[in-house]
T-cell receptor, first 112, second 115 residues
Framework: GEDVEQSLFLSVREGDSSVINCTYT??????LYWYKQEPGAGLQLLTY?????DMKQDQRLTVLLNKKDKHLSLRIADTQTGDSAIYFC????????????FGRGTSLIVHP | EAGVVQSPRYKIIEKKQPVAFWCNPI?????LYWYLQNLGQGPELLIR????????DSQLPKDRFSAERLKGVDSTLKIQPAELGDSAVYLC?????????????FGPGTRLTVL
């Protein structure tokens, strides 16, 4: 199975909160990332969290990490139409590797 | 500050033809990455350079793929010959020094279609 798993789609109404979930399998992962990809563009790093943290907040973004369940989530408050994009979860550092492993991405659709 | 530049943005070729992609990283970035992104998938690392040295190339299919980073700045990724399954987006990224805490900046990618 995949090392990093995400649901493929999420649809929310503008102004609501969005929560995108991710699970990973390797408990030795040291860094967990969220990237955003807009159509025709490369990936943009949104935020990351160290494995020894359980929460990180950055403006409208809140990352929660449950190491026991190997579950990571990204909450976007007051979701805007400009937030429509594909969001990738990635883990880094498993087994000392410098090769990041990305999930398949969650397509977030924000409608008015 | 200019971001990571890639060219061409789109390329359509027939199978068995060669193709090359070019990447110019952000000035001063020592580490350069080439990723493959298939439709509906996340990026997969093909090769990572520290300056001009390839330090992670275990996922590069060396029978048909090659890469170089002469002088530790620009990089070229080549496929020869291309196969139908090579149709994908090829992303280049760069970072200052590499490693998990160092932000990778991605270019827009080259979308390759092999007919």
């Amino acid at each position: 199975g995949e090392d990093v798993e995400q649901s493929l789609f999420l649809s929310v109404r503008e102004g609501d909160s969005s929560v995108i979930n991710c699970t990973y399998t390797d408990s030795s992962s040291t860094y967990l990332y969220w990237y955003k990809q807009e159509p025709g563009a490369g990936l943009q790093l949104l935020t990351y969290i160290f494995s020894n943290m359980d929460m990180k907040q950055d403006q409208r973004l809140t990352v929660l990490l449950n190491k026991k369940d190997k579950h990571l989530s990204l909450r976007i408050a007051d979701t805007q139409t400009g937030d429509s994009a594909i969001y990738f979860c990635a883990e880094f550092g498993a087994g000392g590797s410098y090769i990041p492993t990305f999930g398949r991405g969650t397509s977030l659709i924000v409608h008015p | 500050e200019a971001g990571v530049v890639q060219s061409p943005r789109y390329k359509i070729i027939e199978k068995k033809q060669p193709v090359a992609f070019w990447c110019n990283p952000i000035s001063g970035h020592n580490t350069l990455y080439w990723y493959l992104q298939n439709l509906g998938q996340g990026p997969e690392l093909l090769i990572r350079y520290e300056n001009e040295e390839a330090v992670d190339d275990s996922q590069l299919p060396k029978d048909r793929f090659s890469a170089e980073r002469l002088k530790g700045v620009d990089s070229t990724l080549k496929i020869q010959p291309a196969e139908l399954g090579d149709s994908a987006v090829y992303l280049c990224a760069s970072s200052l020094v590499g490693g998990p805490t160092d932000t990778q900046y991605f270019g827009p990618g080259t979308r390759l279609t092999v007919l």
